[in-house]
């Protein structure tokens, strides 16, 4: 497998030098020359295959001959450790449970996958490499704990100041060893620019190898897949599931969408966004414009624009008709979250995370017009990390995982950084 810069204006490379590379020269995204189409019987046999060989299955294409088959299925292994639930919420919608691995976010399999493909390209390795991730709340967390500890990885995060949980500040600031914080007084938008930045500065790397870990990245990117496969593999109904996707930065959807590619039936697929809705506004126009990012309860969702939106255009072949065929998007207010939160746990007794509880009210929304719509929500994130939304939906606080009382135990260790690119240059060069 090859991949190409969605700007074109740089070599093709294989999965690893992608990998370590993060973005291409030309700033663009990595794509892959073509998309692989997994067997028929490989869908049908989906029930009697374990998560690992579904998972080392869905990866295999897309890594190629860079990582041998017997490394691979370690490293997938290692990715789907823990559990994955699809559990009905009631009898038409359902919740595939991503939030039982290790820091409680859907973001430990694309960062545990990415962090054992980056330590075995890094073996024969004499230069440090140094993770660039900027994260608008679970992803510095799940890529701190893949990366904690990993011989010749540094990792720097950028987090936007009092704009991430107190959960999730803690497992990305209490770290330590290899892992940097760094808590800019701006946006995630900020936090991102800043990363591309740095990417783009031709100082930075002289000296430095730099690789990223957000979902431009397509070792994280698209080891998203497989958790797609794994619901489906728990898919009762004869029809095809409407999955409905919390959407951000929108690699999570769009790691879907390339499964639907690939083979794996799905009737249709629900954007579920907050008001930072980017991409609900370009299905209703045709017209992609980014927006201001305004923060919200559903804070990993804050993005005006979507670093993978060109990523989904790619999949859709520019076509606007059959994206708008395919997607649907919807824009659920912080008053409609709580609400959905509130009204789920008094009637189907389920507590949704606020990133869920927009799924489950866009999906909602969507049945009311395709009324024999069934389907699933994303549910990215352990309702713990959102202490303030649950409180106030349901009136106490949700139950905090033994594992997640630990963190209140270590101190925070942040760096504060001013919202401009000079002074994070000036850091990294200080390294």
């Given at each position: 497998m090859k991949y190409f810069s969605?700007?074109?204006?740089?070599?093709i490379v294989n999965f690893k030098e992608a990998t370590i590379l993060g973005q291409a020269p030309d700033k663009g995204l990595y794509f892959p020359e073509h998309i692989p189409?997994?067997?028929?019987?490989?869908?049908?046999?989906?029930?009697?295959?374990?998560?690992?060989?579904?998972?080392?299955r869905v990866m295999e294409p897309f890594v190629g001959d860079v990582i041998?088959?017997?490394?691979?299925?370690?490293i997938v292994c290692e990715t789907v450790n823990f559990?994955?639930?699809?559990?009905?919420?009631?009898?038409?919608?359902?919740?595939?449970?991503?939030?039982?691995?290790?820091?409680?976010?859907?973001?430990?399999?694309?960062?545990?996958?990415?962090?054992?493909c980056l330590s075995y390209f890094s073996k024969n390795q004499t230069n440090r490499i140094t993770i660039l991730v900027a994260t608008s709340g679970d992803t510095g967390g799940a890529v701190a704990n893949g990366f904690l500890g990993v011989e010749g990885i540094e990792v720097v995060i950028l987090y936007p100041s009092g704009k991430v949980s107190p959960v999730q500040e803690l497992q990305l600031t209490t770290?330590?060893?290899?892992?940097?914080?760094?808590?800019v007084d701006g946006s995630f938008d900020d936090c991102q620019a800043m990363v591309k930045m740095a990417f783009a500065d031709k100082d930075i790397n002289n000296q430095m190898q730099l690789c990223s870990a957000n979902s431009i990245n397509v070792a994280r990117w698209l080891s998203q897949q497989i958790y797609y496969f794994l619901a489906y593999q728990q898919w009762e109904d004869q029809t095809a599931p409407v999955i409905a996707v919390p959407s951000g930065n929108f690699g999570n959807l769009c790691a879907a969408m390339m499964a639907f590619k690939t083979g794996l039936p799905v009737k249709h697929f629900i954007a579920a966004c907050n008001i930072n809705d980017a991409v609900p506004a370009y299905l209703q126009t045709?017209?992609?414009?980014?927006?201001?990012?305004?923060?919200?309860?559903?804070?990993?969702?804050?993005?005006?624009?979507?670093?993978?939106?060109v990523r989904i255009l790619e999949i859709m072949n520019?076509?606007?008709?059959?994206?708008?065929?395919?997607?649907?998007g919807y824009t659920i207010s912080d008053e409609t979250t709580i609400q959905t939160i509130r009204e789920v746990y008094q009637q189907n007794n389920y507590l949704l995370d606020p990133h869920g509880a927009v799924a489950y009210a866009a999906l909602h929304q969507y049945q009311q017009i395709h009324a024999d719509a069934k389907g699933y929500i994303v549910e990215t994130a352990d309702p713990v990390k959102f202490p303030d939304a649950i409180k106030t939906a349901i009136g106490s606080e949700p139950l905090i995982p033994l594992a997640a009382m630990e963190l209140f135990a270590k101190e925070k260790r942040s760096i504060p950084l001013k919202n401009e690119y000079a002074s994070f240059k000036d850091y990294l060069l200080s390294r």
């Open positions: 969605l700007n074109k204006q740089s070599p189409v997994h067997a028929t019987n490989f869908i049908d046999q989906l029930k009697n295959l374990s998560k690992e060989e579904i998972a080392f041998p088959a017997d490394e691979l299925y370690r559990s994955f639930p699809l559990k009905w919420i009631h009898s038409t919608i359902a919740s595939l449970e991503l939030y039982h691995g290790p820091t409680f976010a859907f973001k430990d399999v694309g960062a545990r996958f990415m962090s054992r770290c330590g060893e290899n892992i940097t914080a760094l808590e045709g017209m992609f414009s980014s927006k201001p990012t305004t923060a919200t309860i559903s804070n990993a969702m804050d993005v005006g624009n979507p670093s993978n939106f520019q076509d606007y008709t059959s994206f708008s065929s395919l997607v649907s």
